[in-house]
Every structure is written in C-alpha cells, then in structure tokens.
C-alpha cells in the first residue's frame, strides 16, 4: 500500500493540472456569467464526490458494527476507513458550501439563500461534524462502536433531509449535466467538468489513503501502550 | 417473561419514578412557559403575525424542554448501577429503549397539553385551518423527536460531556422532523397549505428511527 502513494501523488498532480487546465483554458466563457462560473468545475467535482465519501463511511460503519466481535483485526481497519471517509467528505462538503456563496454573490446577487441543494448540503455537514464530536467526546474504548452507530443514523437522515427540504423549497439551478441532449450545454464544458471530477477524486483517495495509514499507526501505538500496560501490572 | 410484561414492567417503573419525583414534567413546563413568555417580549406579537411565527417557537421551545429532560432521563440510571444490573437482567435491551422512549413520550405529551394553552394566551392564537389535526400531529413530531432523543441520550451516557453532547447530535439529526413540525403546525394556524404532505413525512421519519433505534440499542447499551 505505502508504495502505491508516490505514484497515486503523480497522477492526482497530473490530472489536477490537465483538469486545471481543461477548465481555465478550453473550456469555453460562460455567455452570461463570465468567468465566475468557471467555479463550477470545482463545485461540480466536491458535490458530488462528498456523497460518495459519506456512503463510503455509512457502508465501513454498518460492516465495523457486523464484524466487530468475531474479527476485531478487520474491525480496527474499517473504524479507520469509516473515519478517514468521513473527514475526507465534510472537507468536500466545507469547500461546496464555502464556494456556493463566492459564486452566488455576483450571480444571484446574495450570499447564502434558504435553498433546497444549499440547505441539505448545510443539514449534511452538521450531521457529520456531529459524528467527528462523538468522535472526540466519547469515552475511550467504546468511540468506534459509538461513532459507528451515530454514522448509520447520520446517513439514514439523508434521504428525509433531502426530500423535506426539496418540498420546502427550491431555488439552486437545475442540473444542467444530466438534463438530455438539448439541455444546450457546450461538450467542452462537459469534459472539463468530468477531468476536474476525476482529478478531485483522485485526490480524495489520496488524502483517505495518506488518512488510513495515519489512523492505523495511530491504532498500534494505542495496542502497543495497553499491552505494556498489561504487562507492568502481571509483572508487579 | 414475555415481551409484553417485561415492557410492562419497565414502563411501570419510568411512570412511578416519575410520578414520585415530579422532576421532568416540572422543569419541562416551566421552561417552556419561560421560552413562550421570552419570545413574546421579543417578538410583541399580534394576532395575525403570531401565527405566521408561533409554530416556530412552540417546537424550538418543545425541542429545547425535551433536552432537558432526555438529559436526566438516564442519569437516574446511573446511580447505584442500575444500568448495569439493567444489562445484566435476561430482558430485550430494545424493551427497555422502547419504554423509556414512551414515558419520555407520555411525559412530553403532558407538557405539551399544559403548554399549548399558555401559548395559545401570550399569542392570541385563533387557527385557520383545521385544528383536529393538531390532535394527529403533535404524537407524530413529539415521537419522532423523542424517540431519537431517547436514543442519543444513552449514547451521550458514554462520552465525557453528556449534557453536552446530546443537543450537538440530536439537533442536526432532528432538523427535518423540526422542519416538518413548524410547516404542519404553521399550516394548520395559517390555513394556507395543507399540512397532510409534512404528516407523511414525519410518519416515514418515526417509522425509520423507531425501527433504527430498536435494532441498534443493544450495541449502544453494551459498547465496549
């Protein structure tokens, strides 16, 4: 795994940088925005990887809970997966909700609007630096099974999230990506859009994966102290 | 025994306990008769505005006077180790979850038919729509706030801050009953819309928590 990281790093540079490219240079000026909706490609990319990233942590917490008893090794790994996803997807869903507002300013003339997209997005963030709180504050021991079981409520929420909040209001634009062939969107846009979403992905993984191993050591370290612990009282 | 008596039992002993004490219910209803009065000085309402805002406020102050009874609901259980001799008992731990979550249930419930006058007072409340539906919709959103504050209220059992904990967890998981609360109770008062899409739902809401809540109770109550 360790040796996978140098290579991982040279193709996330690599496609940040033709991604970079694809969105500053070819992708073609927005005819009303102007270049402000170049912030697209990045908003894009961060709203919809977060999902991803959070379902990762809803699928590590469900398998940690199943397996916790009669393989503890594997639990260990997937209660650090679970957490390296989770902080990787409320990073993504910090920077959405902190590039919505540079983008809304000038378009729709406000900051911040009770929204349907804005408000869920808000809801899921709070819900999950609930679950990184639990994280701190539960007594050591029994942090992951806690934190497992805040996660699995966490992610339940989100569907009843997303659909209360769709019928309260709506305001943000319609997809425009997946709206059919005549949704008037130049194919440029289109490849700049996917190369950042897979640029950004690739960095995701990265910072899961540097994560993981951190967490891992972290993991160790702790078993190694308890066992010295155990021995210095057998010994006295 | 079976699953009936045993929740029986607990049920028996969270209505006595309370019953004797009096705590819950009374500093539920003196806070929330607090937050009515504190609002009405900020806001000064009238009649016709106080129904656009008072469904807000009855809930916020609902959601407040829930923490602060969900928070002792278990410290109880803490003294003298009655959650471990609880563990240890041959019971279903998702009885023992469910019965809490009724009485808290019972206890909010009370409050609330002691509460909803007052605020009908400070505000001039007079609804527009139809009012029977209050009946239908203050179990289902009391439920499904209390039934996940119930929940979060034994997981904060195992952290260091409690008291702190549990509002920081059960507010962002409750923003979409609360959501569903204050449209529903503002529809009924304004008559405007219909309330019956928000019912549905806070109903799905209670049901997914309910089934959630009975299923993972075990693995909070036993967390090593």
């Not at chain 1, 500053?24 to 908003?43: D, S, V």
């Not at chain 1, 650090?80 to 993504?92: C, P, R, S, V, Y």
């Not at chain 1, 869903?93 to 911040?112: D, F, N």
């Not at chain 2, 998702?94 to 909010?108: H, M, Q, R």
């Amino acid at each position: 795994m360790k040796k996978l990281f140098y290579p991982w790093l040279a193709v996330t540079v690599a496609l940040a940088i033709y991604g970079f490219m694809q969105a500053w240079y070819i992708a073609p000026t927005e005819a009303t925005m102007g270049n402000i909706q170049r912030i697209f490609y990045y908003h894009f990319a961060a709203g919809n990887l977060l999902c991803l990233f959070f379902f990762a942590n809803f699928v590590a917490s469900i398998w940690y809970l199943v397996v916790r008893r009669s393989n503890p090794e594997r639990a260990q790994k997937l209660d650090a997966f679970a957490l390296a996803n989770a902080e990787m997807g409320t990073i993504f869903c910090a920077t959405v909700l902190i590039q919505g507002p540079l983008w809304a300013r000038p378009v729709w003339g406000i900051w911040w609007t009770w929204d349907e997209r804005l408000t869920s997005t808000l809801v899921l963030f709070l819900i999950y630096v609930a679950y990184l709180m639990v994280r701190r504050f539960a007594i050591a021991g029994q942090t992951q099974t806690l934190a497992a079981v805040v996660a699995i409520f966490g992610f339940l929420d989100v569907p009843i999230v997303y659909m209360s909040i769709r019928w309260w209001r709506t305001q943000h634009p319609s997809p425009v990506i997946f709206g059919g062939p005549n949704s008037g969107l130049d194919p440029r846009i289109w490849t700049a859009a996917f190369w950042n979403l897979g640029a950004w992905l690739a960095w995701g993984i990265l910072l899961v994966g540097v994560r993981y191993y951190g967490l891992r050591r972290e993991q160790a370290q702790q078993q190694r102290k308890a066992v010295a612990q155990v021995l210095m009282e057998t010994a006295r | 025994m079976s699953a009936l008596k045993q929740f029986a039992a607990h049920l028996r002993k969270e209505l006595l306990l309370e019953w004797r004490s009096r705590d819950a219910i009374i500093s539920m209803v003196f806070f929330s008769s607090l937050i009515a009065v504190v609002f009405s000085l900020a806001f000064d309402p009238t009649a016709a505005s106080s129904r656009t805002i008072a469904g807000g406020i009855i809930w916020v102050a609902l959601l407040f006077a829930i923490v602060i009874a969900l928070n002792q609901a278990w410290l109880r259980e803490t003294r003298h180790n009655v959650l471990d001799a609880l563990r240890l008992a041959p019971a279903d731990p998702a009885l023992l979850f469910l019965a809490k979550a009724v009485a808290n249930f019972l206890f909010v419930t009370a409050l609330e038919l002691i509460t909803t006058p007052v605020f009908v007072v400070f505000y001039n409340l007079h609804p527009l729509g139809e009012a029977w539906k209050l009946l239908l919709l203050l179990p289902l959103a009391t439920w499904a706030l209390i039934v996940n504050g119930t929940f979060f209220a034994a997981l904060s059992l195992r952290t260091r801050n409690r008291e702190l904990l549990l509002p920081l967890v059960l507010f962002p998981l409750s923003i979409p009953a609360l959501l569903g609360a204050v449209q529903a109770t503002t529809a009924i008062l304004t008559g405007i819309d219909s309330p019956n899409l928000w019912m549905k739902m806070l109903l799905g809401y209670d049901v997914i928590y309910t089934v959630a809540g009975l299923l993972l109770f075990e693995t909070v109550l036993s967390a090593e």
